[in-house]
């Protein structure tokens, strides 16, 4: 479902934007759309490798191998 909205933007820049989205076959506000869409998917995207990493982090590494001695070999008391 799309809705309009109002936004105030210099003048120089609405002009500039025309030209560019003629070029692109496109308007100003597809392009808008497309760049907020494109914002808001890599928004998401971070969130995501975020939250997982942080997960990974929590859960630890498993570096292998095992432990074969105990702490009373090591050290002398």
Partial sequence: MKQ???L???KEIIKKGKILAAQKDTSI???LSDHLRS???NEDRYFSAKTHAIQVIKKGFSLGGRITWKRED???R
Wanted: aromatic residues 6%.
């Fill in 39 to 41: 914002i808001i998917e």
């Fill in 8 to 10: 105030s933007i210099e």
């Fill in 74 to 76: 090591l050290y002398e």
């Fill in 29 to 31: 506000s597809r392009m």
């Fill in 4 to 6: 309009n909205i109002t």
